[in-house]
């Protein structure tokens, strides 16, 4: 069973850091490309970052560029976002994805609230 649990969040100033993981299980994580998602309230979810099997980071968001970073770690199954001098309008729920021959998989989310 493929299963993604993101963890990392919480309330932060505006200029500050924090680093999101995503913990995967229930295939091969090293084989499948992954996705960092966030959603502010009341808004459409939206990618932020795509990292490929091979590590390479594809299709970060303009917005992010940077500021985030993207990363992963084969051997601990885990993917990262290290998202540095936070805006307000960074708040959001942030989920990591992938898809694999189950299908499409979402975290959980993790809330990141950055204030002014």
Known sequence: Q???VESGGGLVQAGGSLRLSCLAS???FSDYDMSWFRQASGQER???ATLLSSGYIKNFDVSVKGRFTASRDNA???MYLQM???KPE???VYY???LTPAGRTWGQGTQVTVSS
């Open 84 to 86: 540095n001098s936070l």
């Open 96 to 98: 990591c994805t992938t």
């Open 76 to 78: 601990k199954n885990t």
């Open 46 to 48: 939206e990618l932020v």
């Open 2 to 4: 493929v299963q993604l």
């Open 26 to 28: 229930g295939f091969v």
């Open 90 to 92: 960074d708040t959001a």
